[in-house]
């Protein structure tokens, strides 16, 4: 957690635990009633695809009026400090941005003088906490791309500081806009009963085995099945995980994670009225149209609690493979991270 002083990070997470309840439930405090003044968009981290296409969207000339005439004008580039990967994207998508009438500043705090709302798009989720906190400290009203954080801790640290700056924020996959979703939230297959989801789930060394790549699957299986989730146990192979959540209520939830074989995105969804297979990716365009309506309205599409669940059932399925397999509680992940 560099740059964060140890102290504050210790009362944010306390302050974060004050409104969790044993089973991790925080109150959805972050909505601001009535439109958001000011349509001028500030991205954070120029080392991910996702900013890019944003841009591309936000800024086309025929940009569709459902994107409410919001326009990325300003970006800080400064994304990992030590993933290969993503420190060699960002040249190039600093020339992409800037082609789309973007300027290019130097700090966050430049950044923030030029912007109503904020995209944080950085890869590494490790600085997050730290790129947030400005944000939130100028009540700037941000989408943070997956994943929330490197951790559960930096996560609950995080929604800390939102409470305590009134600023709403929220994070989310694209995924969780994969076809078919939307007809699983409308009640058409009835109550959700039960789902298996998959995607990728490549590894990165800077972070723990799901927050990199198996986020994108654990964020679908999370959309249909809500909160809840009691116990995570793990079952890994070079190739795949397997983790399966039992919820409070008895539904069982599974993900399955690849490192073989064909990269895809989906799932089955097992209703009282009738099942049904989740369709292909739409790209990141549903994800936006919420992030604008969120920029709108003030009121978060994705609740805290769920954010946190998802990231305590990613940490939960390392400890459980550190177990040989055995279940881990979630709840005493959540209170711990109080």
């Known amino acids: 957690m560099s740059n964060y002083d140890r102290r504050n990070f210790i009362k944010m997470v306390t302050i974060a635990g004050a409104g969790l309840g044993v089973s991790g439930s925080l109150n959805p405090l972050y909505a601001m009633s009535g439109s958001l003044a000011g349509k001028k968009v500030g991205i954070i981290g120029l080392d991910t695809s996702h900013a890019v296409a944003f841009t591309k969207t936000l800024n086309a000339a025929d940009s569709p009026a459902i994107y409410g005439g919001y326009k990325v004008v300003a970006a800080y580039p ?17 020339e992409e941005v800037k082609k789309l009438g973007v300027e290019i500043v130097g700090s966050i705090a ?7 709302v904020v995209f944080l798009e950085t890869n590494d989720g490790r600085l997050h906490l730290e790129q947030a906190l400005p944000v939130l400290k100028a009540r700037k009203p941000m989408f943070i791309d997956k994943p929330i954080a490197a951790s559960l801790a930096d996560a609950s640290a995080i929604f800390a500081a939102a409470k305590k700056y ?16 939307d007809e699983v939230k409308s ?15 490549k590894y990165e060394v800077t972070h723990p085995d799901l927050f990199w790549y198996g986020i994108h699957g654990v964020e679908m299986l999370f959309a249909v099945m809500g909160t809840g989730c009691k116990t995570v146990t793990r079952v890994h192979t070079p190739d795949a995980d397997v ?16 490192r073989k074989g064909k990269s895809d995105y989906g799932g089955r969804i097992f209703g009282e009225k009738s099942n049904t297979t989740l369709g292909t990716f739409k790209g990141y365009n549903p994800l936006l149209e919420q992030i604008i309506k969120f920029f709108e309205t003030g009121v978060v599409p ?35 991270a109080k």
């Open 243 to 258: 983790v399966v959540g039992v919820w409070n209520d008895g539904r069982i939830g599974t993900f399955r994670g690849t």
């Open 166 to 181: 009134n600023t709403p924020v929220f994070s989310s996959s694209s995924l969780r806009y994969i076809d078919g979703i």
């Open 187 to 201: 009640g058409k297959i009835g109550k959700v009963l039960g789902a298996e989801t998959y995607s990728p789930a």
């Open 302 to 336: 994705v609740q805290p609690e769920e954010t946190l669940e998802i990231a305590a059932f990613m940490e939960a399925a390392d400890e459980s493979k550190a177990k040989g397999g055995s279940p881990v509680s979630m709840e005493k992940l959540l209170t711990k």
């Open 110 to 116: 430049d950044l923030l003088k030029k912007v109503d």
């Open 78 to 94: 400064k994304g990992s400090n030590d993933i290969k990967s993503s420190v060699e994207r960002i040249p190039g998508y600093i």
